[in-house]
């Protein structure tokens, strides 16, 4: 594996994986709000 390669590996994953985390916290919080306006709970 040439280090070019090795090297955007390592700086590209972190990148998805903290676009991943946002995408879940996006949609947690989308589930709250409307759980609180429908007047249910969460769980």
Excluded: F, K, N, Q
Excluded at 13 to 42: H, N, Q, S
């Amino acid at each position: 594996m040439s280090t070019l390669a090795l090297t955007a590996y390592v700086l590209v994953w972190p990148v998805i994986a903290t676009l991943v985390l946002v995408v879940l916290c996006v949609a947690l919080y989308r589930d709250m709000r409307a759980a609180r306006r429908e007047g249910t709970e969460l769980v």
